[in-house]
């Protein structure tokens, strides 16, 4: 392909950044941005309350002047529903201190038993039928945004993407969360009162080819035994 010398990604990346979002709505009439009602879906993406990692990066393109720079990557993760409670001893990292590097929080029983009574439903898991549904929705999101999807794990309790996209993570967040349960509700699982995800998830920047391999290589190959998959081609 040759390439088009009146091209300018750099003025692109730009209209992305300042064109207003447009959002189309969803199925039931609400719009994409608004949280699924009782927890099913999304979380609202926020431009007053980001994410701590989120400041920083929009901090950087500050002081570079630099609007329209992005990270090269996101590595996004989500959780399911009551699967990563704060002091577990599994570790978790509570959403304020969203930060690549940031320790896990300490164990604390006391902590994690009381989100444990704080929740109204069980716990939710992504057998094989769901996982083939979450995945046929990350690539269908992606193609159809424009982001470029470079890895997806869904695994029974959580799900890494690694993608690129020029929007905040949170934008991408809420958009699989509430595509994914849409597309569950219309398979039948559950009821449309099913708490799926977790209230945030993990959003790390990857500003660096060698950090995008990284992230894409301990989403494919180091999540034990491979469940539904996706690698993008070389």
Not at 25 to 45: A, H, M, N, T, V
Request: glycine content about 6%; charged content about 30%; overall charge positive.
């Amino acid at each position: 392909m040759t390439s088009d010398p009146t091209h300018d990604p750099s003025r692109e990346r730009k209209r992305a950044v300042n064109k207003p979002d447009e959002r189309e709505p969803l199925p039931d009439g609400r719009d994409e941005g608004q949280p699924l009602p009782d927890g099913r879906g999304s979380d609202q993406y926020s431009h007053e309350n980001p994410s701590r990692e989120r400041k920083r990066a929009v901090n950087k393109r500050a002081v570079n002047k630099r609007p329209d720079v992005f990270p090269l990557a996101y590595h996004i993760t989500i959780h399911c529903y009551g699967t990563r409670l704060h002091g577990d001893e599994a570790g978790s990292v509570h959403h304020s201190d969203n930060i690549s590097g940031t320790p896990f929080l300490p164990p604390r029983p006391g902590l994690r038993q009381h989100e444990e009574d704080s929740m109204n439903q069980p716990p939710y898991e992504l057998d094989t039928p769901r996982r083939a549904i979450v995945l046929k929705t990350t690539k269908e999101v992606c193609s159809y945004r424009g982001w470029d999807l470079y890895a997806v794990h869904v695994r029974t309790n959580h799900w890494h993407v690694v993608v690129q996209a020029m929007v905040a993570p949170e934008k991408v967040m809420g958009d699989l969360k509430a595509y994914a349960s849409r597309n569950l509700n219309q398979a039948g699982f559950d009821n449309k009162s099913r708490k799926r995800w977790s209230r945030h998830g993990s959003t790390k920047y990857k500003w660096t080819e060698q950090d995008l391999a990284h992230a894409t290589d301990y989403v494919i190959r180091e999540q034990g035994e491979p469940l539904d998959l996706y690698e993008k081609p070389l």
